[in-house]
């Protein structure tokens, strides 16, 4: 089942997203000063792509290791309720919360997208391994293109690197709207994305999660009220 989970990054597409995105992480490393041993660490520990580069940019321009560490912090709340949301998928009256911890960590956007997509065709008393599986070899991917990336930074255009960071969020999206089945999960996308270039002019530095926020809030709202309907 390990090696059923593993085989499954073949058929996602986003694991070539995964792969362009890290190569661009492994060429913001090359440019920051960071070794490749520090590049594969973070991709290994840290792996969403976004923290990457708030955690390299801060300490790159002087911030201390205090301040970069609450940055990164803060955007990994927002992988909080994937996790909340996935991790049920997995459990069984035997499991362990240890048993968890693994897939916890493996919890971002690619692999609560395809958790979602695959867990249901995996007896839940298999879902743990098959989710080790799939994480180990979405984590092996993005190592592999930390390290081309890192090696090929000097030939790669800087308008390369921010086009191939802009796949994960892209790609995200996309599957999304395609998960979205009921009408409040389309509302909220839909109220998100049009909310977002109005919040984006007040300037807060956390333009995405009030959008997201308002528009999740009337989306439920809206759904409440049909089911009282009913």
Known sequence: M?????????????TYVLFATFIGIGALAHDTGFSLGWALLGSALIWAG?????????????????QAALAVTVTAVRL???????LP???????????LILPAHFTAVTFWVEGFRLFP????????????????????VCLIATTIGYQTAAQLPPIFGVAVLALTPLTFLYSTALNARQTADKLALVLGVALYPAVATLKT??????SGLVAGTIAYGVHVVRERRR
């Open 80 to 86: 909080m309720p994937m996790v909340v949301s996935l």
């Open 205 to 210: 530095g956390v333009d995405i999660l009030i």
């Open 89 to 99: 998928m997995m459990k069984t009256p035997k499991t362990k919360y240890y048993h």
């Open 2 to 14: 390990f090696a059923l989970g593993l085989r499954s990054i073949v058929t996602s597409v986003l």
């Open 50 to 66: 976004p923290a990457q580069v708030i955690l390299m940019s801060s300490l790159h321009s002087g911030a201390t290791v205090i």
């Open 121 to 140: 065709k995996v007896p839940r008393e298999q879902r743990i391994i098959f989710a080790n599986g799939l994480g180990t070899g979405f984590v092996s």
